[in-house]
């Protein structure tokens, strides 16, 4: 008989993964405590050790996992915002099932201190405004994944398959990108 392996232990982390796992492949909707548990292989009261704030804790843990980014500053602001623009819209496109929270829970913890150092680089390159610039920004990263996550049939329960990257989606996000970074330079 082969010897048992020890149960993995149970951290936030890991609980993260299995949520955005579990809202990812079947939507927020069904993402409860006991499914988490299930997929954890725990008891849904285990997870409670590690978020004791329960669901609403939860869905903070993911929105701040998904647009808490992290980019190094590049020669000009430019760049810069763009590698921020780029980086946020991947994080966001790879959990799609997170969007809705990314779109409404407001910046605490991790994704705000990502904020103030996106302003702080943009400002410190030579961006005028830089915190107007930064929400501008957010504004079009969200909606054009918004839009991206729409056309490409993640949500709709009558398609079997969904596009999970798209050329046509990359080509509208660069051109947007190119009018919004001319439009924060006048």
Same mark, same amino acid.
């Given at each position: 008989?082969?010897?048992?392996?020890?149960?993995?232990?149970?951290?936030?982390?890991?609980?993260?993964?299995?949520?955005?796992?579990?809202?990812?492949?079947?939507?927020?909707?069904?993402?409860?405590?006991?499914?988490?548990?299930?997929?954890?292989?725990?008891?849904?009261?285990?997870?409670?050790?590690?978020?004791?704030?329960?669901?609403?804790?939860?869905?903070?843990?993911?929105?701040?996992?998904?647009?808490?980014?992290?980019?190094?500053?590049?020669?000009?602001?430019?760049? #810069?915002?763009?590698?921020?623009?780029?980086?946020?819209?991947?994080? =966001?496109?790879?959990?799609?099932?997170?969007?809705? =929270? @990314?779109?409404?829970?407001?910046?605490?913890?991790?994704?705000?201190?990502?904020?103030?150092?996106?302003?702080?680089?943009?400002?410190?390159?030579?961006?005028?405004?830089?915190?107007?610039? *930064?929400?501008?920004?957010?504004?079009? *990263?969200?909606?054009? *994944?918004?839009?991206? *996550?729409?056309?490409?049939?993640?949500?709709?329960?009558?398609?079997?398959?969904?596009?999970?990257?798209? #050329?046509? @989606?990359?080509?509208?996000?660069?051109?947007? =990108?190119?009018?919004?970074?001319?439009? =924060?330079?006048?």
């Amino acid at each position: 008989m082969p010897a048992k392996r020890p149960p993995i232990p149970l951290s936030r982390e890991r609980i993260i993964d299995a949520a955005l796992h579990i809202a990812d492949s079947q939507g927020l909707r069904r993402l409860t405590m006991r499914r988490l548990g299930d997929a954890l292989e725990v008891e849904a009261m285990a997870i409670y050790h590690h978020l004791p704030r329960g669901k609403e804790a939860l869905m903070d843990a993911l929105a701040e996992h998904v647009t808490a980014i992290q980019v190094e500053p590049l020669p000009t602001w430019q760049d #810069t915002a763009r590698a921020w623009c780029r980086a946020g819209r991947e994080a =966001l496109r790879d959990h799609p099932g997170v969007l809705a =929270l @990314a779109l409404t829970k407001p910046p605490k913890g991790a994704t705000a201190l990502s904020i103030r150092e996106q302003t702080d680089q943009l400002a410190d390159a030579g961006l005028p405004a830089a915190e107007e610039a *930064v929400r501008t920004m957010r504004a079009f *990263v969200f909606g054009s *994944v918004a839009v991206e *996550v729409q056309r490409s049939g993640w949500a709709d329960p009558e398609v079997d398959t969904w596009t999970r990257r798209d #050329t046509a @989606a990359d080509a509208d996000f660069e051109r947007g =990108l190119d009018a919004l970074i001319k439009g =924060l330079q006048i």
